[in-house]
């Protein structure tokens, strides 16, 4: 069963914006931290943004000013808001969970979604 679900990539030119989602599968009770993070082609996996308990937000040095994290404690949803997209912010945008509990009392440390798309064409 796929966990977490990214949606909103796609192709934006300079200067757009777009807002990216992940929602999570129905058996996740609670997260202690959600977040994103992206892979450009030939490039390590970085962090973009992430939130704890729904309230402290993190942001990666470049996308700071442009980018908004915000969640949804009730629905254990991430948005990802991308204004004044750039080139180099073309990459697969990953979500990410930390310190997860599903039912049953079933922990995990960590989810990570299949990745969703972004190309900001200059």
């Known amino acids: 069963q796929v966990q977490l679900v990214e949606s909103g990539g796609g192709l934006v030119q300079a200067g757009g914006s777009l807002r990216l989602s992940c929602a999570t599968s129905t058996n996740i009770i609670s997260i202690h931290t959600m977040g994103w993070f992206r892979q450009a082609p030939g490039k390590q996996r970085e962090l973009v943004a992430e939130i704890v308990n729904g309230v402290h937000t993190f942001y990666g040095d470049s996308v700071k000013g442009r980018f908004t994290i915000s969640g949804d404690n009730a629905k254990n949803t991430v948005y990802l808001q991308m204004n004044s997209l750039k080139p180099e912010d073309t990459a697969v945008y990953y979500c990410?969970?930390?310190?997860?509990?599903?039912?049953?009392?079933?922990?995990?440390?960590?989810?990570w979604g299949q990745g969703t798309l972004v190309t900001v064409s200059s």
């Open positions: 990410h969970a930390q310190d997860v509990l599903r039912r049953f009392r079933d922990r995990v440390p960590e989810l």
